[in-house]
Structure formats: structure tokens, C-alpha cells
């Protein structure tokens, strides 16, 4: 026997040194088990105290389809938006402040009833559509639906 042949011989194989370590983890788990339940439950109580501390939201959602060409008077006269940047351009002006503070003025002379709320808005693209999707974050479902419909 040459010399390189004793050495791989006295060397563990990869194979039994994650055998070996995986024999004192499951020694240790069972050693220990009391630490893993404990951790468990811990995260699983600040989890729940958590989610318990949030305010309720509700989500309202509606779409509104939009054309990139708008017909000026009756002489036929026709406006064409670039396509190329018109989806993005609709989507900066529904999500605007200005957007946003004219929708609760008009769920505030439409409703009310209904005291005002912070909500978030939210606006996507349909893929492959001319639709975009409108969502609504508040915290009571009757100001959701009403600023989506003001929306």
C-alpha cells in the first residue's frame, strides 16, 4: 500500500461526518426538546398579540377600463395618447393627492354618514387589457366601496 492510499483510508467520508452531525443534532433535539417548544410557542404568542393589535381593514376593489383616444367636438377632431407611456400617466394621476382628496370630497357630499377615514389606494394593470384594477384599503367595508365608487 502506498502512502496517499493509508491517508484516504484514515479520512471520514463526507457522508459519515453529516451522518455523525446529524446523529448529535437529533441527540441534542431530543436532549432539548423543551427549548424548541418554548421558542414555538413564544413567537407564536407574539404572532398572535401582534395581529390582535392591528385595526380591521377592509379591501374594495373595482376596474375601470380607459382609451388612449378622446374625440374633440363634433368636427371629429381626434387627441391620440402615445401608448408607450400612457398606461404609466393614467396610473401617476389616479394614485395623485389631488385624485385622491377630490374622491373623499365626493364620498363626503354622497355619504355623509360616513366619518373619514385614511385609506390606501392602490392602482395595477390588468396584463394584456386596457383595464386597470383599483384597490381600496380602509377601515369600515361601507367607506371602502364608497371611495372606490368615488374613485
Known amino acids: 500500500m502506498s502512502l496517499s492510499q493509508n491517508q484516504t483510508l484514515a479520512e471520514p467520508s463526507t457522508m459519515n461526518r453529516a451522518r455523525v452531525q446529524g446523529i448529535r443534532y437529533l441527540y441534542l433535539l431530543k436532549k432539548r426538546w423543551w427549548v424548541l417548544l418554548l421558542l414555538v410557542?413564544?413567537?407564536?404568542?407574539?404572532?398572535?398579540?401582534?395581529?390582535?393589535?392591528?385595526?380591521?381593514?377592509?379591501?374594495?376593489?373595482?376596474?375601470?377600463?380607459?382609451?388612449?383616444?378622446?374625440?374633440?367636438g363634433d368636427?371629429?377632431?381626434?387627441?391620440?395618447?402615445?401608448?408607450?407611456?400612457?398606461?404609466?400617466?393614467?396610473?401617476?394621476?389616479?394614485?395623485?393627492?389631488?385624485?385622491?382628496?377630490?374622491?373623499?370630497?365626493?364620498?363626503?357630499?354622497?355619504?355623509p354618514d360616513l366619518p373619514p377615514e385614511e385609506v390606501k389606494m392602490s392602482v395595477g394593470q390588468l396584463p394584456k387589457a386596457?383595464?386597470?384594477?383599483?384597490?381600496?384599503?380602509?377601515?369600515?367595508?361601507?367607506?371602502a366601496q364608497a371611495f372606490v365608487q368615488s374613485w
Not at 407574539?46 to 379591501?59: C, H, M, N, R, V
Open 41 to 72: 410557542s413564544v413567537g407564536l404568542c407574539i404572532g398572535a398579540f401582534t395581529a390582535s393589535q392591528q385595526p380591521p381593514s377592509f379591501e374594495s376593489h373595482g376596474q375601470l377600463i380607459v382609451t388612449g383616444q378622446v374625440r374633440i
Open 75 to 111: 368636427n371629429a377632431a381626434m387627441y391620440s395618447e402615445e401608448m408607450m407611456s400612457f398606461y404609466g400617466t393614467q396610473t401617476l394621476i389616479m394614485e395623485s393627492d389631488e385624485v385622491k382628496s377630490a374622491a373623499v370630497a365626493r364620498v363626503h357630499s354622497l355619504h
Open 130 to 143: 386596457a383595464i386597470f384594477e383599483m384597490r381600496v384599503f380602509a377601515k369600515t367595508p361601507a367607506y
